[in-house]
């Protein structure tokens, strides 16, 4: 049973900087995956922040580059999105998921998330 667990949101002021950590169990060890983030803010669909997949290839969303940086630890079983530079439109739910492939960073393709960490920028 894959279990995601999100940590290190807070409250920051604009143009400062959190990294986000995933810790992820339950996963077959050797298999290839994919961990995205995500992130919802009020009154908005949930869209598809950075994924990276088990050769370490990364992508990311327009609205982010070159400001959040998506990392991993093997060894530790944990993604990291590293978030410089933060806006205020950055405020949002933030959410892990994992799936096979990074072939999309469609939500409604990641069948296993998180229960999501808050980010506050203000």
């Known amino acids: 049973h894959v279990q995601l667990v999100e940590s290190g949101g807070g409250s920051v002021q604009a143009g400062g900087s959190l990294r986000l950590s995933c810790g992820i169990s339950?996963?077959?060890?050797?298999?290839?995956?994919?961990m995205g983030w995500f992130r919802q803010a009020p009154g908005k669909e949930r869209e598809g922040v950075a994924v990276?997949?088990?050769?370490?290839?990364?992508a990311y969303a327009d609205s982010v580059k070159g400001r959040f940086t998506i990392s991993k630890d093997s060894a530790k079983n944990t993604v990291y999105l590293q978030m410089n530079s933060l806006k205020v439109e950055d405020t949002a739910m933030y959410y892990c998921?994992?799936?096979?492939?990074?072939?999309?960073?469609?939500?409604?393709?990641?069948?296993?998330w998180g229960q999501g960490t808050q980010v506050t920028v203000s």
């Open positions: 998921a994992t799936r096979r492939y990074c072939t999309t960073m469609s939500p409604a393709a990641f069948g296993y």
């Open positions: 339950g996963r077959s060890s050797g298999s290839s995956f994919c």
């Open positions: 990276i997949d088990s050769d370490g290839n990364a």
